[in-house]
């Protein structure tokens, strides 16, 4: 009995203390609640300069005198590898996936960042000689990697020595191929360019184009006819040819153009239809691409810049206003961005195309 009285008790008393408090935040004078920021300016950061911001833990060994090496500096790489254009939350760590690659030496602070899609990961690091040794590694605390380096033409080197970090992945993406020193040279990857987000549609047009935002089989008023990217896994329909470069991804029904394989098109006799239009869909990952309607460049833009929704980037840029006969509707990558660009398909419409 004595006890249930003891819980009660309890029971009331927080109660009472949880009400006060409320009251205390609901009616507490204006000059204790947020004040604005006055003359401070709030500028947004990118993903490499928060980076900068972050250092190693000593999880095993103390973190080494902030001094610089020899070794100290920025460098880059350009991987040829498949990039990596989708969302993954368990791929392994230092996947060896193309695009640009920052690796930046800092007394005694080891950066690595994929441009792509942000991933980065930091370690404490120490010269001796022509040994590389890198510890604190929050992926792989308990190891030591080793490596031997050399920097040559504004080039470096890395070969490993001993290193088991993350399935020997680690060892695998530093050593790969070499990295370019941002002080000798203007690489990709060694200057943030703040590059304009909107679309440009050349003046002087024979033909309308529209840029559509979204997912167009969602439309009000959808594309009539739709051929996927991916030709080889989705026969297009009768009429329509769609080619692209050897070297251009299959991904389920849709191709990715990047690097080598940085086109695909789309060929028909458009007697038939008033508007044609590409579908470009994919992750926060596509990058800069261009549109040509009979080798005319008609659009060029960021992709991913178009619309956004729930992780999907992309939409839909449709032609039309063009005369009967056979045209052709194709995609390029600008490449400059090192960032693949995802085609899910091209779609063919009477009654003067899409709405959304």
């Known amino acids: 009995m004595e006890n249930k009285k003891f ?40 993903a490499w300069d928060s980076f900068l ?67 980065r990961d930091l370690s404490s690091y120490k010269v001796e000689g022509d040994r590389l040794f890198l510890f604190n590694d929050p992926i792989c605390p308990e190891h030591v990697g080793e490596y031997q380096w050399s920097v040559t033409n504004g080039q470096l080197e890395l070969k490993t020595v001993n ?6 992945l680690r060892a695998e993406n530093l050593s790969k191929q070499s990295w370019a020193a941002c002080s000798a040279g203007d690489a990709p990857g060694c200057v943030d360019e703040k590059i304009a987000s909107n679309s440009v549609i050349p003046t002087g047009l024979s033909v309308k184009v529209d840029v559509f935002g979204g997912d167009s089989r969602f439309f009000a008023s959808p594309p009539d006819l739709y051929a996927h990217a991916n030709a080889e896994d989705m026969t297009p329909p009768e009429g329509i040819q769609i080619s692209y470069a050897d070297e251009a991804i299959p991904y389920g029904l849709h191709r990715v153009i990047w690097w080598n394989g940085d086109w695909i098109e789309a060929t028909v006799d458009a007697s038939s239809y008033e508007a044609m239009g590409v ?46 006969g056979t045209h052709t509707l194709r995609v390029e990558t600008l490449g400059f961005d090192y960032r693949p660009v995802t085609v899910a398909s091209f779609g063919f419409s009477t009654g003067g195309g899409v709405q959304p």
């Open 53 to 119: 911001e972050t250092m190693p833990f000593a999880y095993l060994t103390p973190l080494p005198e902030p001094v610089a090496t020899a070794l100290d500096g920025l460098y880059t790489k350009v991987d040829q590898s498949w990039p990596q254009w989708w969302k993954c939350l368990r791929c392994a760590d230092y996947r060896v996936v193309g695009g640009i690659w920052k690796l930046q030496f800092d007394k005694g602070v080891m950066r690595i960042f994929y441009e792509v899609n942000g991933w």
């Open 7 to 46: 819980n009660l008790s309890f029971f009331l008393l927080a109660l009472i203390v949880g009400g006060l408090l409320f009251l205390t935040i609901l009616f507490q004078p204006a000059s204790l609640t947020a004040q604005p920021m006055g003359n401070v300016n709030v500028t947004p950061t990118n």
């Open 163 to 168: 290193d088991p970090c993350s399935f020997d």
């Open 279 to 324: 579908q470009i869909l994919g992750e926060q990952a596509i990058g800069w691409a261009r549109v040509l309607f009979d080798g005319e460049e008609v659009w060029r833009g960021n992709t991913a810049e178009i619309w956004q929704k729930s992780g999907r980037h992309g939409g839909y840029i449709q032609i039309s206003g063009f005369a009967p």
